[in-house]
């Protein structure tokens, strides 16, 4: 979604579609255990899947589905058309029956040891250990995941792709195609050429599925990794009946695939494959950005297991939308893996968006409202001025750069420097004094506060991929033009004197240490024993001995780095940000010692 509203802030022609792969033996398991058919259980995740994208704020163009008639019309064609040019193969597989339920068992319904790395819980097509693919029949002690039981080896008859024969054209195409794949898609797609194709089934033994047309098969469902991909082709044939002009246009159109590196294999190889061996010019993927594992604390994130905390969990959590935006593209494991953790998701919102973003943004609106009767000021910019434009236009260039390789991590890095310069030129002018100064000392802070208001409503536009409801509250603040919403390839006056501006309101909340507490024991453990734990008479708040101990080396830390910077005479807004990052460790520090938070008293500060 970010790169998609960079894309259309650039001026590109975008079309962005996601939706739910809804075929598949992941479909009847989660039917078998919640009592429902599958299409009731589409029907109901679809709809859920619908509203968690709608709350985080996602632009699709369409969200569709699978389980449709374009689905069904799409992937029998493209398999007829593979039929036809002879890239298609019959065999008997070894498949696991499991006698008590009278069915042959798909990947999903097999759970065992792994045969690569021995892990007890590995699925019968995937080990989430080790990451790679297996054979349900490869698994050591298999358990049949409806009754627990031992299931036995049968016979089937399945259809194949002949990767074997494709293996030439696809080298040749991975080698033109994947040169600005990220790293790791370059590098898991090539691992898989390079140890030699081998033929893929893509028929199950399946009610719930794209029905397979040719006779003999006609009892089987086309294997989800075979269809699913398709659905991105049928999905858009759901938004437009020019469909074509999108997917058989590779001279006009640009592909790019975001995705997780577990996911590669089926996008750079078997998919692909499949187009290759239909011979129509189909629009290939360009740009295959996947990244690497987003961890949860010190655990692996797991849907199936219920692990780690979750797209309607966050919508329950009260934090905004924007804020798991930001933070979890500040945290993309773009080259490494990262995790997510609550007290650094709370360290980030204060310090980078309250304290940086927001604080200049409403540090320069209110001033303009307090002194100049919300009007932009004349700016004449002297040479100090022109210099942090120039460093601004600096910081303008690298986000475009980054972005435009997809690399969100990094370009948001960009605006928050581009916010300090901000802070920067404020706090180095103290224009709050020069409006009490001489004519000329005032014409001085209507620049500054010009130029800074100019700042806040291009940050408006580019904190508009990463942050859509705080952009649209600033650009409301601001009463900028639609005329704004364009990334320029150089700074520029966007709002000019005489401009007035709406009324000034604070656009971060503080997260609190006691709120982030909560949130991390409510989402500890697995999603489904959180319900269990909810309805358990509440324990009495006592010591996290183990957090403490981690907080008081980091309070320690981060207490000589304020004594650092105050003996460096370092600007103070780096200080208070650096002295407020401290007095929020030290409550933390409380909540985990098991001490309640003590309201706020004393005196209070001097107005500034």
């Known amino acids: 979604d970010v790169y998609a509203r960079f894309a259309r802030l650039r001026g590109y022609n975008v079309l962005y579609v996601c939706g739910t792969d809804e075929y598949g033996t992941s479909t009847e398991t989660k039917a078998v255990e919640e009592g429902i058919t599958p299409r009731q259980i589409c029907d109901k995740y679809n709809k859920l899947h619908e509203e968690i994208y709608k709350w985080f704020n996602i632009s699709f163009d369409k969200f569709g589905r699978t389980t449709t008639e374009e689905q069904t019309e799409i992937a029998q064609d493209i398999f007829w058309s593979l039929h036809k040019e002879g890239y298609t193969m019959q065999d008997s597989v070894d498949q696991l029956y499991c006698t008590h339920c009278s069915r042959f068992l798909a990947d999903r319904f097999v759970e065992g040891e792994c045969p690569l790395c021995g892990y007890e819980d590995a699925r019968g097509d995937q080990c989430d250990a080790c990451g790679k693919l297996i054979n349900a029949s490869e698994l050591i002690l298999p358990r049949c995941k409806l009754c627990a039981r031992c299931p036995e080896v049968r016979t089937s008859n399945h259809l194949f792709l002949d990767l074997p024969k494709l293996e030439g054209r696809l080298t040749n195409w991975l080698e033109e195609s994947s ?38 098969f006609q009892d089987k469902v086309f294997y989800v990794w075979f269809d699913a991909p398709i659905g991105y082709i049928s999905i858009t044939a759901q938004y437009t009946e020019h469909w074509e002009k999108w997917w058989k246009n590779p001279d006009n159109v640009e592909y790019w695939q975001f995705m997780a590196k577990d996911n590669v294999p089926f996008h750079s190889v078997v998919f692909p494959c499949t187009m290759l ?39 329950e959590t009260g934090i905004p939308a924007d804020v798991w935006r930001f933070y979890l593209m ?39 409202k307090d002194n100049f009767n919300s009007t932009i000021p004349e700016m004449n910019l002297n040479n100090d001025d022109w210099e ?16 435009e390789d997809a690399r969100e991590r990094e370009a948001i890095t960009s605006v928050f420097s581009i916010s300090r310069l901000g802070n920067q030129l404020m706090q180095h002018n103290t224009p709050w004094k020069l409006v009490k100064g001489s004519p000329m000392e005032l014409a001085r802070a209507g620049t500054v506060v010009g130029l800074s208001v100019n700042l806040a409503c291009l940050l408006s536009v580019l904190v508009q991929p990463y942050l859509p409801t705080l952009s649209a509250r600033l650009q409301e603040q601001l009463k900028a033009p639609p005329s704004v919403n364009v990334i320029p390839e150089q700074f520029h006056m966007m709002l000019p004197p005489g401009h007035k501006i709406g009324e000034p309101s604070p656009l971060v909340e503080e997260i609190k240490a006691a709120t982030i507490a909560q949130l991390k024991a409510k989402y500890a453990g697995k999603q489904a024993d959180r319900k269990e734990k909810e309805e358990a008479p509440a324990a009495p708040a006592g010591q996290d001995k183990e957090l403490a101990t981690k907080l008081e080396k980091e309070v320690a830390e981060q207490g000589d780095k304020v004594r650092l910077l105050k003996t460096d005479k370092a600007e103070k807004a780096v200080i208070d940000v650096e002295v407020k990052k401290l007095i929020d460790m030290k409550k933390q520090l409380g909540v985990a010692l098991g001490q309640p938070e003590v309201a706020p008293g004393g005196k209070k500060g001097k107005k500034k």
């Open 388 to 403: 942090m434009v120039a460093r601004v236009n600096q910081e303008l260039s690298n986000y475009i750069s980054l972005l």
């Open 179 to 216: 040169e600005k794949w990220s790293n790791n898609a370059r590098v898991i797609a090539k691992s898989w050429v390079k140890g030699g194709l081998q033929p893929r089934c893509i028929t199950r033994d399946l009610k719930w599925g794209t029905p397979v047309p040719l006779e003999g």
């Open 277 to 315: 061996g239909t011979n129509q010019n189909w629009t290939m993927v360009n740009r295959l950005m996947s990244t690497e594992y987003l961890n949860y604390e010190d655990a692996k994130f797991s849907k199936s297991r219920g692990v780690g905390v979750f797209g309607n969990d966050a919508q």
């Open 330 to 368: 500040y945290m993309r494991p773009e080259s490494q893996d990262s995790a997510f953790k609550w007290e650094d998701l709370m360290m980030k919102n204060n310090s980078e968006l309250l304290a940086n973003l927001g604080n200049f943004i409403n540090r320069a609106t209110k001033f303009t």
